[in-house]
């Protein structure tokens, strides 16, 4: 039981202090990212400080690495061992670094891939699917789907319309490549590639660069964020 009355929280008291609505934190509750609320004699919900710092916790977390995985991590708190619920934590923390690398592999392939001359094309410069396929160590359905989702367009040969990759070509799939590896979805890319083929590829390139390492900053600064809530609800519930 609470030893100080301002322990003691309504509904909207969380809410407020959390940056939810009163709804949204009963759905919360629901779904057992806060603990069972006490009631008053009259039904009311009474809540304490480790109901809030559990919104809290989720609030930061559902930032970092999304609503589904937030809330898996804080009903750990409250219902596992402190150990397994830290290492839920961790798990999370080693994706984003795990993209740190990728994206610093991304900055160096592309740097590299934009300084390659693509001037004097010959005919024999040409590759087919299969070929560039191995030679980026994708399967060669992928780039398919590029060409399908307008990534990277290749000629086609008449009649029988079979795919021919030129230079210009193949390094728009190894931008394409890189970037997916850093994390880069299919409609972000998409939105990206029609510019870099106007010829603005350093500039835009990089830009979409230091986007993605802005949202891994952010992220990061939301998992810290949540680890100082989720101490928080650890100590309140003595299992820290």
């Not at 030893?3 to 202090?17: G, H, L, Q």
């Not at 940056?19 to 009963?26: E, I, L, M």
């Not at 610093?104 to 070929?131: C, F, G, N, T, Y």
């Amino acid at each position: 039981m609470p030893t100080r009355k301002s322990s003691v929280m309504r509904t909207v008291d969380v809410a407020r202090r959390a940056g939810y609505s009163v709804q949204q934190v009963r759905n919360l509750e629901g779904a057992g990212v806060l603990p069972p609320a006490k009631r008053t004699a009259a039904g009311y919900r009474t809540y304490e400080e480790v109901h809030l710092h559990s919104a809290l916790a989720y609030r930061a977390l559902a930032a970092g690495t999304g609503p589904v995985e937030a809330k898996r991590i804080v009903r750990a708190v409250h219902e596992r061992p402190a150990s397994e619920a830290l290492a839920l934590l961790d798990a999370v923390h080693a994706r984003l670094d795990r993209e740190r690398t990728d994206l610093a592999l991304a900055k160096e392939a592309a740097a590299a891939i934009r300084a390659e001359p693509i001037e004097d094309i010959r005919p024999s410069d040409a590759m087919s699917v299969s070929e560039l396929a191995a030679a980026l160590g994708v399967r060669p359905s992928t780039l398919r789907h590029w060409d399908v989702e307008g990534l990277v367009v290749p000629d086609r040969i008449s009649p029988r319309g079979t795919r021919r990759y030129a230079p210009a070509h193949t390094r728009d799939a190894r931008i394409v490549h890189q970037l997916r590896s850093a994390g880069y979805r299919i409609d972000a890319l998409r939105a990206l590639m029609p510019g870099l083929r106007r010829g603005h590829r350093s500039d835009d390139l990089g830009a979409a660069l230091a986007e993605r390492d802005a949202s891994i900053a952010a992220r990061s600064r939301a998992l810290l964020d949540a680890a100082a809530a989720l101490s928080a609800v650890l100590a309140a519930r003595g299992r820290d």
